[in-house]
């Protein structure tokens, strides 16, 4: 593709839903029936919402474990209504009961067949991106329920057409230095779901790796915490924080726009813009622009 076949930007709906893990997982690694019907509710009310903009966001998130894994095909006939890409993060799935009862954390990638071409679907494909690394007290909270956590160590990076690329990563696999590598230079937009109650310092990656990654940065965190957060690598600092969310408890929604064909030409070599410097040691990537892309598989 050549740089004028990019949009100019990405329309991204973040949701924060507000569970409440000392009550949603008590004696079981699935949510309780109460906290299941409260976040469907909550989720509901935030994508009607989200439907109603005009124009609609192109791509819809939800926080890590937020999503009972038997809302998913209801998910699914929404993403098709709405004709948007939803990246959910699903409750705790199960793999291996016997001879020992494994679970993974994974996200699921539900992509609409008429994504970015009409304004309805007929129907959706699905991936799922895993988690590799659990957080401490995600690890003892499984253990003591007698489960092991099952690492999924892969990385997926997303064609999504005149949208450039996008990967995701799941709250503690953010922190991962090998992930940042792999990823620099390669997408436009890295979305990090997360159920995570140190917000300062993953608002502080956000900013580090926004520039050290050359990509625009998503962080979806639950509402029971608050603290999402979008930054891009402008030049300007009061340009480079997009939208942030303080305040604990509170179920919220809202759009954001990302530079999609301006970030790829400063990627590429070109003029920067408004956009900071290519990383120490980063070489433009000229190809970027040039490689065959199609609307996610």
């Known amino acids: 593709m050549t740089l004028t076949s990019f949009e100019d930007a990405l329309r991204v709906g973040i949701i924060q839903t507000t569970i409440e893990n000392t009550s949603a997982w008590t004696e079981s690694v699935q949510m309780t029936r109460y906290e299941e019907e409260r976040v469907i509710a909550e989720i509901q009310q935030h994508v009607a919402s989200l439907s109603l903009e005009k124009p609609r966001p192109h791509i819809i998130l939800l926080p890590e474990l937020s999503v009972p894994t038997g809302f998913l095909q209801r998910l699914r ?61 995600e690890d003892q909270f499984l253990k003591k329920l007698g489960y092991e956590f099952q690492k999924t160590p892969e990385v997926w990076l997303f064609e999504a057409g005149p949208f450039g690329r996008f990967a995701v990563a799941i709250c503690y696999d953010f922190l991962d230095l090998e992930r940042v590598a792999m990823y620099r ?56 924080l997009l939208y942030r969310h303080q ?33 120490p040691g ?6 970027l622009i040039e490689i065959e892309t199609s609307i996610l598989l």
Not at 97 to 120: E, M, S
Not at 203 to 214: F, S, T
Request: positive net charge.
């Open 247 to 279: 305040g604990n408890g509170l179920s919220t929604s809202q759009t954001v726009s990302l530079p999609i064909a301006s970030l790829i030409e400063a990627q590429s070599g070109g003029a920067k813009g408004d956009f900071k410097s290519l990383p």
């Open 282 to 287: 980063a070489e433009a990537n000229p190809g």
């Open 77 to 137: 006939r929404i993403s098709a209504q709405t004709n948007a890409i939803i990246i959910a993060g699903m409750d705790f799935h199960v793999t291996e009961r016997h001879p020992t009862k494994k679970v993974v954390n994974r996200a699921a990638v539900i992509v609409p067949d008429g994504w970015g071409r009409r304004d309805r679907s007929t129907r959706t494909t699905i991936s799922y991106v895993g988690k590799t690394y659990p957080a401490w007290r």
């Open 185 to 240: 230079l390669r997408i436009q937009n890295l979305f990090v779901i997360a159920y995570n109650n140190d917000l300062s310092s993953f608002e502080h990656a956000a900013e580090a790796l926004a520039r050290m990654i050359y990509c625009n940065i998503v962080v979806c965190n639950t509402g029971h915490f608050g603290g999402s957060a979008v930054l891009s690598p402008y030049h300007k600092s009061e340009k480079r």
